[in-house]
């Protein structure tokens, strides 16, 4: 199973951006589904994008054309560029590889936060 460690949180004005990384080690990471999660306090953890081993992208709504996921296959690691920043973006945001049928890896979060 392979294991994720998030870096690149941190606190950011509103409109601002970051960039958020997610190394995997442990596991052929080219075959992994990735995806960035989040969870805010009191709420459900949503999927805020998704890409393929082929490269695909989904997103959802909220954050369609101010995020952007990638992947570097050599370096084992994806990125989500976070830009104009809503205090409402604020969560941990969390990384995740599937590959079905087996259970996904998940790493330990990174705090985003958007404030003034």
């Known amino acids: 199973q392979v294991q994720l460690v998030e870096s690149g949180g941190g606190l950011v004005q509103p409109g601002g951006s970051l960039r958020l990384s997610c190394a995997a080690s442990?596991?052929?990471?080219?075959?992994?589904?990735m995806g960035w999660y989040r969870q805010a306090p009191g709420k459900e953890r949503e999927l805020v994008a998704s890409?393929?081993?082929?490269?695909?992208?989904n997103y959802v709504d909220s954050v369609k054309g101010r995020f952007s996921i990638s992947r570097d296959n050599v370096k084992n690691t994806v990125y989500l560029q976070m830009n104009s920043l809503k205090p409402e973006d604020t969560a941990v945001y969390y990384c995740?590889?599937?590959?079905?049928?087996?259970?996904?890896?998940w790493g330990q979060g990174t705090q985003v936060t958007v404030s003034s």
């Open positions: 995740n590889a599937a590959r079905v049928p087996y259970p996904s890896s």
């Open positions: 442990g596991g052929t990471f080219r075959i992994y589904a």
């Open positions: 890409i393929s081993s082929g490269g695909s992208t």
